[in-house]
């Protein structure tokens, strides 16, 4: 079984498609998402119709803040939100999309916040707040936090939320893909493995990441994409702050 695991697209359909095309090659069985379909991007609708067709998709907080009022969002990511949601609400009198706009709302609607697959867990934020608890490397050094996130994973959780790829052990570690050739074989040990952002990377590199899960050995990947044209589409947007564009050239 070859599994690719993607995390935080944000309306970013030129990354996605870059994602989805370096997929091909790499013969696919599944593809899971962990959630943050929307948020920040040009792209909320056509990114949703990318997703709907994968095998699992978790819903991530900026997903539900589309749904609901956001909570605990900045100025910024709040007015995206706002803005998302208004696309993905908008009626034009044309009810072929109407009718899309449902379904894709429905699709929101109807995440779970975890799946569990045997000793597996799949979540957007942690195994503690599944939603909303960031897990950073410098998180490494709180082993309070870490212990006790730890007591609630069985053996292996994967997650997204700080756009950050790495592997978290069990014993305080936090191991980036550079560090480990961009592979790590799963063990008998607990792990965490954040497998990054598709759509704003946040560790440097401008590059879309995810991970492919080949029964067990993981291979954090990163995929070049135009991201000139996402940021010129989130600058012909009012509604969205040229920093949300700006920053994608800069992975941070």
Not at 109 to 131: I, N, Y
Not at 143 to 162: A, D, L, N, P, Y
Request: aromatic content about 8%; some cysteine; glycine content about 8%.
């Amino acid at each position: 079984m070859k599994r690719a695991i993607l995390s935080d697209i944000h309306g970013n359909l030129e990354a996605l498609e870059a994602v989805l095309a370096d997929l091909e090659s790499h013969q696919i069985d599944q593809i899971y998402c962990l959630g943050d379909i929307v948020g920040y991007g040009p792209n909320p609708r056509e990114c949703i119709d990318r997703v709907i067709q994968f095998d699992l998709c978790i819903l991530g907080n900026h997903d539900q803040g589309a749904l609901f009022d956001p909570e605990g969002f900045s100025s910024g990511a709040e007015r995206a939100i706002f803005w998302t949601r208004d696309q993905l609400e908008a009626v034009t009198g044309d009810e072929q999309q109407a009718e899309d706009n449902r379904r894709r709302l429905q699709f929101l609607g109807e995440l779970q916040r975890t799946h569990r697959e045997g000793t597996r867990l799949f979540v957007h934020g942690s195994a503690r707040s599944p939603l909303n608890e960031y897990v950073f490397p410098e998180d490494i050094y709180n082993t309070r936090k870490i212990e006790k996130i730890f007591s609630m994973v069985e053996k292996h959780c994967f997650q997204g939320h700080t756009h950050v790829p790495g592997v978290f052990t069990h014993d305080c570690r936090f191991l980036s893909p550079p560090d480990i050739g961009n592979r790590y074989h799963l063990g008998e040990e607990k792990v965490m493995v954040n497998v990054g952002s598709v759509g704003q990377p946040r560790d440097g590199d401008c590059r879309s990441s995810y991970v492919i899960d080949h029964d067990g050995v993981l291979e954090f990947r990163r995929v070049e994409y135009n991201l000139e044209v996402t940021a010129a589409k989130i600058h012909a947007i009012p509604d969205l702050d040229d920093f949300l564009g700006d920053r994608l050239r800069d992975g941070r």
